[in-house]
């Protein structure tokens, strides 16, 4: 039974391989644009609500968890070799020091999982400062991330 369960497993990961494999480099870049600008969107949603007048418990929810669910999406994938130059729906903005910079790179990958997970559980308990605060936290994460990897423009 080990025996099977282990065979499937390792075919499960060399069909992932492949897949991944096979993605043009022009298409993973569009993919992980898209996921960002998915993931913008719903941080301006919380924003609006969290510095607005109104606080809509229900639409924080959503945007929180759709931004955890991209989190951890694995997008990771989508910075394949061949798509640190190149062009998705624009052209990319990653800096080459996404590749070669492994450490900082983990670190702020894992501090954004760690605070966009965090978000949606604030978010779902519906205090509004608390959510203003964790919003905070997890914008932080993606300034960290674009201060080390994003070309500015």
Known sequence: MKFKLLITAAALVALAGTATAQVKPEDAIKWRQSGYAFMAWNMTR?????????YNKDEVIKAANAIQAVANSGMGALYL????????????????????NKETLGKVATAFGKEA????????????????????KLAATCKGCHDEFKIKQ
């Open 117 to 136: 997970n965090e978000m949606a559980k604030v978010a779902a308990a519906g205090d509004a400062a608390a959510t203003k605060e964790q919003f905070g």
């Open 46 to 54: 919380i924003k609006m609500n969290v510095e607005g007048a109104a």
């Open 81 to 100: 070799p061949g798509t640190d130059t190149g062009t998705g729906w624009e052209k990319t903005r990653v800096k080459p020091e996404l590749w070669t």
